[in-house]
């Protein structure tokens, strides 16, 4: 299983119609375009007993873990989450220094809540062969929190800076 990182920067931009700062990013000088519709996001955050994860964040910890599945689509009927995303989620590590994040990424079969929450109250031998390299971060923590919203995607010309804007969080 390949594992993919991406390097993120978030920005509070505080616009009061969100549709004017999508406006300003496709006319943008360096050529964004929209790189998928509109579409719905659902993660599953995992926490260990003593919410380490939550209150390294509500503490401003500089230095956090944050671990979700991540999938796209309706949250239940996996026959049309199927269709949508080839029946699979995203196991990520969010992990934070200063303002800059990094997010290894390991994709995994589900297609949808039911699975992913059925799959990682298995055994832990079962749960590491289902969710490859990074599922042993899994191991001590339990489901903690599921937030889903809308989001629009926009990548540059040479496909290098992306911005998404989200929605209905």
Same mark, same amino acid.
């Given at each position: 299983?390949?594992? $993919? ?41 995992? $926490? ?14 500089? +230095? ?31 992990? +934070? #220094? ?25 055994? #832990?031998?079962?749960?590491? $062969? ?11 923590? +339990? ?27």
């Amino acid at each position: 299983r390949m594992i $993919d990182v991406r390097i993120e920067r978030k920005f509070d931009t505080r616009v009061h119609d969100p549709r004017d700062a999508e406006l300003r990013v496709l006319t943008h000088a360096q050529g964004f375009r929209e790189i998928f519709a509109r579409r719905s996001v659902h993660s599953l955050y995992f $926490d260990t007993e003593d919410t380490t994860s939550y209150r390294d964040h509500v503490s401003g910890n500089d +230095r956090r873990l944050k671990l979700r599945f991540r999938w796209y689509g309706p949250l239940y009927q996996p026959a049309l989450n199927a269709l949508a995303t080839a029946g699979r989620a995203t196991l990520e590590i969010k992990s +934070r #220094a200063g303002r800059t994040m990094t997010k290894p990424s390991s994709t995994v079969l589900a297609h949808d809540l039911a699975e992913i929450q059925a799959k990682v109250s298995g055994r #832990a031998t079962s749960l590491l $062969d289902w969710a490859g390299p990074l599922g042993v971060h899994l191991i001590g923590t +339990r489901p903690a929190c599921l937030v889903s919203y809308a989001r629009s995607y926009f990548e540059d010309a040479d496909s290098r800076l992306r911005v998404t804007f989200d929605y209905e969080i």
